[in-house]
């Protein structure tokens, strides 16, 4: 270990200063990563910012920051930093968790801090034996030696605990790796398999169904394995027209054919704070895409004959089951979305009907030729944000790890009891004596509460 030290290589990661000068840059960085809107597409960049800054962003890697080759190699310096930093001090830890207690020598005890003395009514051979049965009734085991005309005890609990801090070192590095295993940088470079990890987006209009999503680092398209379709979305504004909520019902589809999800359902509302995971790939509902087209369902309520149709506005069409036509000839909107809708119906018997029918409200027309329902709705697409990150079981270990290693540090601490018992002037005399070394105060309490109750049965 002394040959290391001389090493200034070894020194240098093994400063406690690089870890807080890292920890205050790794920070510092992260700021532009709540600032900055990450894996937005470029235009909104050059919107927000203007084109020469917009071109900044993109150098630096700004946009998806933290899977900048950068940023990942500030992680790895700083883990390297953690590991010698550990690796420069386990040793002295576990000298002392293994060390000789016995080897005290006994006028230390009694100027120890957290201390008392008793005399005992017993000779010095049964005196060993009530303390140490007493000791060991409370959860002390014991070892024992002959010292300085005496019998020297000595017990201790929690010498583990020394390594809390390591155990949030490892929990730190144990989360880093899965932030790197997960991270679309390392896959696309290292492992050169861009499916291995990815963030992307996909725009899905109602009705339509995709197998692919675009990679937020490079635009290219990563292919899914298996098909997600957006049956249907719906949205709710404020008075003033402000989006207020907003779902998707969407679907995972195997070899053409709908996929029972978790909760058995082959439907999932997708939802803000509501995503949906699937072979490790998870959807999350992130906006939205308004079309001036409309989505329509036309069913015959005799036959219950049924069609799904897109059309514009301002067009009309015929039905390829039916014997109808319809169409939009106008419309009523507030903002982005469409308020009322105006429809042309006709079965080529009578005159058409006309009427309005607001958005995604079913219509129930009467004609010569029979019965009708028909639904228009404001066509929209689903803006969906995808992520496969296989490194998140690490993270999630990790966070476990560091929420136990934080309370072994804080909440819990090594203690150790001395018992010095030996005869002066024809009387046993009983030296207690102990320290922690954390949470003096709370050990003192427990010494003390020990101390009372072996004097109480010694009475």
Request: glycine share 8%; proline share 4%; aromatic share 12%.
């Amino acid at each position: 270990m002394s040959s290391r030290k001389k090493n200034p290589v070894w020194a240098f990661f093994a400063s406690v200063r690089l870890a807080l000068f890292l920890l205050f840059i790794l920070a510092a960085t992260s700021i532009f990563g709540t600032v900055i809107q990450q894996n937005q597409p470029a235009a909104q960049y050059v919107k927000e910012y203007g084109e020469k800054t917009a071109h900044l962003f993109q150098v630096l890697e700004l946009t998806d920051m933290y899977n900048s080759w950068w940023f990942l190699s500030l992680l790895g310096i700083f883990s390297l930093n953690l590991i010698v930093c550990s690796l420069e001090r386990i040793p002295n830890v576990i000298r002392l968790v293994k060390k000789d207690n016995l080897t005290i020598k006994t006028e230390q005890l009694a100027r120890m801090k957290i201390r008392k003395t008793l005399a005992l009514p017993l000779p010095p051979e049964q005196s060993v034996r009530r303390v140490t049965d007493y000791l060991h009734g409370r959860g002390w085991k014991t070892t024992k030696r002959e010292k300085d005309g005496g019998i020297l005890l000595f017990a201790q609990r929690g010498a583990w605990t020394r390594f809390g801090v390591y155990i949030v070192h490892l929990s730190i590095l144990v989360i880093l790796i899965g932030a790197v295993i997960g991270s679309p940088t390392f896959a696309r470079k290292v492992l050169h398999n861009e499916k291995f990890a990815f963030k992307g987006s996909i725009m899905i209009p109602e009705s339509r169904e995709t197998n692919f999503i675009y990679s937020f680092a490079n635009g290219k398209k990563i292919d899914l394995g298996f098909t997600v379709r957006c049956n249907y979305f719906t949205i709710e504004y404020y008075a003033n027209g402000m989006p207020k909520t907003y779902l998707s019902k969407v679907s995972v589809l195997e070899n053409g054919k709908p996929v029972p999800l978790k909760d058995g359902s082959t439907v999932h509302d997708l939802k803000v704070n509501k995503p949906l995971t699937y072979r490790g790939i998870t959807f999350y509902q992130s906006s939205y895409q308004p079309y001036s087209d409309f989505l329509t369902v036309l069913v015959d309520k005799k036959t219950n004959q049924k069609e799904n149709r897109i059309i514009g506005g301002g067009t009309q069409i015929k039905s390829k089951i039916l014997p109808v036509s319809f169409g939009i000839i106008n419309q009523e909107v507030r903002g982005e979305a469409v308020q009322r809708i105006k429809i042309w119906f006709s079965d080529n018997q009578a005159d058409p009907a006309i009427f309005w029918v607001n958005n995604g409200q079913k219509a129930i027309i009467k004609r010569p030729s029979g019965e009708y329902e028909l639904t228009v709705k404001q066509l929209y697409a689903t803006g969906l944000q995808v992520t496969k990150d296989p490194g998140v079981w690490f993270v999630y270990v990790g966070c476990g790890m560091m929420l136990f290693g934080l309370f072994v540090a804080f909440f819990m601490s090594h203690r150790k009891i001395y018992a010095f018992i030996r005869e002066e002037a024809g009387q046993t005399t009983l030296i207690f004596a102990g320290s922690a070394h954390k949470n003096k105060v709370g050990f003192e309490k427990v010494f003390s509460r020990l101390v009372d109750e072996f004097q109480q049965q010694m009475a």
